[in-house]
């Protein structure tokens, strides 16, 4: 299976640079840049929005989670409500490195002469 594909235009994606993972509800999708923004004005509700994992966002979300993570499994603060938390906040680090293997290290970090679409 090729994951390399656009689940919008169902296009190849050919560099990291035009990539963004995005997550809804247990599901990581690749998307090309242009086309996640398409899906973003088409979504209406906030059940169904897609969040990026990659980038900026998901960058600053996962390393806040891993703090809280840390924190929670690291010290006593709420006792067990707070392993629970921790448990939870493992989630979108569980994305990002998901996002990572499956998308992103599969593609070349920059093509310099691609073609345009």
Same mark, same amino acid.
């Given at each position: 299976?090729?994951?390399? &594909?656009?689940?919008?235009?169902? $296009?190849?994606?050919?560099?990291?640079?035009?990539?963004?993972?995005?997550?809804? =509800?247990?599901?990581?999708? *690749?998307?090309?840049?242009?086309?996640?923004?398409?899906?973003?004005?088409?979504?209406?509700? &906030?059940?169904?929005? =897609?969040? *990026? !994992?990659?980038?900026?966002?998901?960058? !600053?979300?996962?390393?806040?989670?891993? &703090?809280?993570?840390?924190?929670? %499994?690291?010290?006593?603060?709420?006792? %067990?409500?707070?392993? &629970?938390?921790? /448990?939870?906040? /493992?989630? *979108?680090?569980?994305?990002? !490195? %998901?996002?990572?293997?499956?998308?992103?290290?599969?593609?070349? $970090?920059?093509?310099?002469?691609?073609?345009?679409?």
């Amino acid at each position: 299976m090729n994951t390399n &594909i656009c689940r919008y235009c169902y $296009k190849e994606i050919r560099d990291r640079d035009e990539l963004i993972t995005a997550s809804n =509800w247990f599901r990581v999708r *690749p998307y090309h840049y242009r086309c996640f923004e398409l899906l973003e004005h088409d979504t209406k509700t &906030i059940a169904g929005a =897609w969040t *990026p !994992v990659n980038g900026l966002t998901g960058m !600053v979300t996962t390393v806040l989670m891993l &703090i809280l993570t840390v924190l929670m %499994f690291t010290t006593n603060l709420l006792g %067990f409500i707070g392993d &629970i938390l921790g /448990l939870v906040a /493992l989630y *979108p680090i569980f994305l990002r !490195v %998901f996002s990572f293997a499956v998308f992103e290290s599969r593609l070349p $970090k920059y093509v310099e002469n691609k073609k345009r679409q």
